[in-house]
């Protein structure tokens, strides 16, 4: 009798775990409407945006994560790309994951709202 192990595949967070996405998107709202937050506040705030940007609407924070500059700012950290090539080195099969409060619209997926589990692949 043949066994066959395979090696699991890993579901990696892309949203602050493969690139800082907090403390961009903060320096970005700080900016556009002269506020100063913090990620220390953001953290005692249970990761709710909302919750730490009080003084502006859900459409106003929600605002630079439809805007492509945003986005150019919005980098793999050095230590995301080290996880990445420890998994390929070490021959797991990944995906890049993450949550959304956007509809995403029908394609690889169904269009959903919330989880949305294929960003990438390797």
């Known amino acids: 009798m043949v066994i066959i192990k395979r090696k699991p595949i890993i579901l990696c967070d892309l949203d602050d ?8 998107w903060i320096e970005t709202l700080n900016n556009m409407y002269s506020l100063n937050h913090n990620m220390q506040e953001m953290s005692s705030t249970g990761w709710a945006m909302s919750k730490l940007f009080v003084e502006l609407t859900n459409e106003q924070i929600l605002f630079p994560l439809k805007n492509n500059e945003f986005w150019s700012n919005v980098n ?3 230590e995301g790309y080290s996880f990445l090539d420890w998994l390929k080195t070490h021959e797991y099969q990944f995906k890049i994951v993450t949550a959304s409060f956007f509809v995403v619209p029908p394609g690889i997926e169904p269009g959903t709202q919330g989880f949305s589990v294929l960003c990438s692949t390797n």
């Open 76 to 78: 793999v950290s050095n």
């Open 17 to 24: 775990v493969l690139h800082p996405l907090c403390p961009i």
